[in-house]
């Protein structure tokens, strides 16, 4: 079984920058999609941005032109740009993987964005 592993969540103030990233072990690396979640304190856990297989990126109008996803077949990881940040990018990041077998979840990373 692979595994994600996030990091680079913290406190940031508002219109700072952060980078999250997510490890991607093993084979889970060949994956059909990888995306960033974003879990907004007492919310439902929703999409932020996607990447495919071939490199085909989507955002949540949300973040568009703030945040990047991208991915490094090399370092193995996919990590989340994010630039100008807002206090309503506050909670919980989570990362996963989309394989044919199923969908595999990090246990998520807090940012916190500050006023």
């Known amino acids: 079984q692979g595994q994600l592993v996030e990091s680079g969540g913290g406190l940031v103030q508002a219109g700072g920058s952060l980078t999250l990233s997510c490890v991607v072990s093993g084979s889970f690396f060949n994956f059909a999609s990888a995306a960033w979640y974003h879990q907004a304190p007492g919310k439902h856990r929703e999409l932020v941005a996607l990447?495919?297989?071939?490199?085909?990126?989507r955002y949540d109008p949300s973040v568009e032109g703030r945040f990047s996803i991208s991915k490094d077949p090399v370092k193995k990881t996919v990590s989340l740009q994010m630039n100008n940040v807002k206090p309503e990018d506050t909670g919980v990041y989570y990362c996963?993987?989309?394989?044919?077998?199923?969908?595999?979840w990090g246990e998520g990373v807090q940012v916190t964005v500050s006023s």
């Open positions: 990447i495919g297989d071939t490199g085909t990126t």
């Open positions: 996963s993987t989309v394989h044919l077998s199923g969908t595999t």
